[in-house]
C-alpha cells in the first residue's frame, strides 16, 4: 500500500482545511486509516482514525473540530479540520493499519504516507 496525503497549507486560526489520503492497492477497504501530526521538537501524535467498518476516533483536542471519513470507491480517507488553532500546526501523516484495533498507537500502522504540512497562523 502506497499512500500520497495533499491538501495542507497556511490558513488563519478558525479557518478550515480538508486533508486527503489517496491509498493504491485494492485492499484498502479492509484497512483502518488514521492522522497522526507532528509539530517540530514534538512526538508524533494520533489526530483521528477510521476503521474498516467506518467506526472514527479522535483525540481529545481536535473532538468536534475534525472529522474523518473515507469513501473506498476513490481508496481515500479524508480529514476535515475546521476550527484550526496555532497549536494544530504541524506536519501530518496518513497511515494505514490492517486489522488495527489500537488504532491511536503509531505501532498499529504498517504503512505512511509522506506528510503534508498544515500551518494555522494566529
Known amino acids: 500500500v502506497q499512500l500520497q496525503a495533499s491538501g495542507g497549507g497556511l490558513v488563519q486560526a478558525g479557518g478550515s482545511l480538508r486533508l486527503s489520503c489517496a491509498a493504491s492497492g485494492r485492499t484498502f477497504s479492509t484497512y483502518a486509516m488514521g492522522w497522526f501530526r507532528q509539530a517540530p521538537g514534538k512526538e508524533r501524535e494520533f489526530v483521528a482514525a477510521i476503521s474498516w467498518s467506518s467506526s472514527t476516533y479522535y483525540a481529545d483536542s481536535v473532538k468536534g473540530r475534525f472529522t474523518i471519513s473515507r469513501d473506498n470507491a476513490k481508496n481515500t480517507v479524508y480529514l476535515q479540520m475546521n476550527g484550526l488553532k496555532p497549536e494544530d500546526t504541524a506536519v501530518y501523516y496518513c497511515?494505514?493499519?490492517?486489522?488495527?484495533?489500537?488504532?491511536?498507537?503509531?505501532?498499529?500502522?504498517?504503512?505512511w504516507g509522506q506528510g503534508t504540512q498544515v500551518t494555522v497562523s494566529s
Open positions: 497511515a494505514a493499519g490492517y486489522g488495527a484495533i489500537v488504532v491511536r498507537t503509531t505501532s498499529e500502522y504498517d504503512y
